[in-house]
């Protein structure tokens, strides 16, 4: 075995060196765009889960048995905000998801074919939930099928990630790098023609240069026709906020997938009022929206909905409110007319009062209808004439 074989086995393609260095540099690439994407859907799914499902009986707001379903208890194994979680992460993940009735209770399905037909309801089969497998098919109006969008955004992002991602994994590597010692050993022809020279380099090696690594502060003897060169702080260099702008850029394209804006996916505290807005009009409304349509139309129908019978999802108890900072707002709305107190109160997250007094609107004298105002500057108009 000549030196060239001998570094081809040690250090080629097949040695579990290069493969250990290939799996670091794929878990890496891997992990930073699972963590991404994982952050994104995680931020909609608990923003979701913390809406409030309303039922409505002929136009007004009931707290019975299908309100009951969907904000506390939708299933015997989960509370209705791991449900809700469990059904958005599975949207944003597969851009698809499906809730089934099975006993009167709510299940997110884990996985299930769609057979889809033109002009028929579809059919939905092999639904699984947990360890499970329906025997049975549902047609459409049985389940609570959505879909995201129409292009499945996490699909695209992996393209995105593709290239990126490696540069992020090469990045990381050479940083960590940076501060290990490396060198070259030179050896002469005489020495690698020597009948020993694979067990003598193996042990060189092995034995002596692995402790003279390791070692704070150490001298390596080396024999005649070995010559080693130190190169440690030749190449690149990889500072800390190059590897952090990489990293953000992952996650800004995650939060460019689902809407959200950067300073929100990235952290940032500046305008969160604003951003928050921002979000909640883009990313959050769009998929309570088309929830609340689809579960009005499959558990209610058209005629149920015409009695004032429907779902409907409110997004208002997202944002925190401080009661203190919305007084002057509050007395507006009481002032004008637009809300009760007790329905003042239920907006700001608090319980109602439930007596007459409170359940009446209230309009100050300053108010009037715009025809009365006119009549009246007219009348005073001509009383100056």
Known sequence: MNMTEYFLKAFGHQSTINVKT??????????????ATACAINMIANTVGKCEIRTFANGKPQTRTEYYLWNYEPNPNENSSDFMQHFISNLCYDNEALIVEVNKKLYVADSFSRQKYSFREDLFSGITIGELT?????KASEVIYMQLNNIDARQRLEGSYTSYGKTVARAIRNMLRQGAQKGILNIDAQTSNQPDFTSKLDELINGRFKPFYDASSAVLPLQQGYTYMD?????????????????????EMAGRAW??????ILGDVVEVEKITKNFLTFAIDPITEKLGEEITRKRYGEEEFSKGNYIDINTNCIQHIDIFEQATNCDKLLSSGLYCIDELRTK???TEIGKDWSQKHYITKNYAEAETMAHLGDAKGGDKK
């Open 22 to 35: 290939k799996l670091e540099e794929e878990f890496t690439e891997v992990f930073f765009k699972e963590l």
């Open 134 to 138: 329906l025997q049975r098919s549902y």
């Open 231 to 251: 190169v440690s702080k030749q190449g690149m260099t990889t500072t800390p906020a190059d590897l952090n702008e990489r990293i953000n850029y992952e996650f």
């Open 259 to 264: 809407r959200i804006p950067k300073a929100l």
């Open 348 to 350: 700001l997250g608090d």
